[in-house]
């Protein structure tokens, strides 16, 4: 039995405990990409980017979950390194030997993922972080909602995807 | 018991309100975050696919171990009166629709926001190039669609109630060990079969 899994996921509630203690925040990842977002297209758009109102609610500004998200590359990155396993990757194995070892199919497949994801968890409100641990954790209705459907739907495309059904 | 706890509350809201320092603590966290996640395997979309395909059930296994730790501390601190809960609104219109997109590029990209920013730290390209650009794209074509889907889809079904507690009218604890019970039970199960 391999006990890792277990380990970290303690070590992740854990940090809940400090990140509500500290902070007064649960751990969450999407909205920092909704601020980015707003970064990007003030470059554009200048300053009517601030008037839409969903950028009055996050604004484009780093904010503690921007913060959190940078941390988590960083921390990811540091640790590969430390442990040896760093690689550039452009087409995961998975994907490789089913799809072919094409970095362009990869690239156009990841982005129409991307997509979806970034348009998804914003509509859900949060991501698997979000709603997955730290919703589910303070046992709110619209993450324990959220994760069943985020699941379902996941692993029905991934059937579809992968062609298990047929 | 009471008089310590508002102590304690006012140093904590002082913390609270360090800006700078709040920041600073986010970035510590992260890289913690960032640390388990990919120590987990659980930033590699081949643990993802594996997931959703069920045939590897790592990324449950983190998320019910990170639940169960994190609702028992989180809870414990609450009714001493140390944290608040932040429990998200939801609707029909909203969890549902959203969580249903979400699951597709769940499965497309195979990656999700939190673990696409670990896989481009361990070297994912497709996860910086392909799964970062288009979650950027797809939270600004949220942000304009904002207001028309506000009133025509994310507003309606609201949830009643916050927490399940809340909607049951139940101490909280009477849910929390019966559930941890249940999450003890599930794991127990996968690793009596192997899984």
Known sequence: ?166 | MECCGEVENMMFEALHENNHLQLLIGFLIGICFGGLLYISGVTEYNVILGQLLLTDFTVIKVMLAAVVVGMIGIYAMKSRGLVELHPKPGSIGSTVIGGIIFGMGFAILGYCPGTVAGAVGHGSLDALFGGVTGILIGAGIFAAAYPTLYEKVLSKGVFRSMTIPDHLKINPWYIIIPLCILIGAVLAGLEYFGL
């Open chain 1, 1 to 166: 039995m391999d006990w890792t899994p277990y380990l970290a996921g303690t070590g992740i509630g854990i940090l809940s405990w400090i990140a509500f203690l500290l902070s007064n925040k649960p751990l969450g990842c999407s909205t920092a990409y909704t601020r980015t977002s707003g970064m990007i297209e003030r470059i554009f758009r200048g300053k009517k980017t601030d008037e839409k109102p969903y950028y009055q609610t996050f604004a484009p500004i780093v904010d503690w979950e921007w913060m959190l998200v940078a941390g988590v590359f960083l921390g990811a990155f540091a640790t590969s390194v430390l442990l040896g396993g760093f690689t550039f990757e452009w087409v995961p194995t998975l994907f490789g030997d089913t799809f072919g070892y094409d970095t362009e199919l990869r690239l156009a497949v990841a982005l129409v993922g991307g997509i979806l994801m970034g348009l998804g968890s914003r509509w859900a409100g949060g991501c698997t972080s979000g709603h997955g641990i730290s919703g589910t954790l303070q046992l709110a209705i619209s993450s324990w909602i959220a994760v069943v459907v985020f699941f379902l739907s996941g692993i029905m495309t991934a059937f579809l995807l992968y062609g298990v059904l047929w």
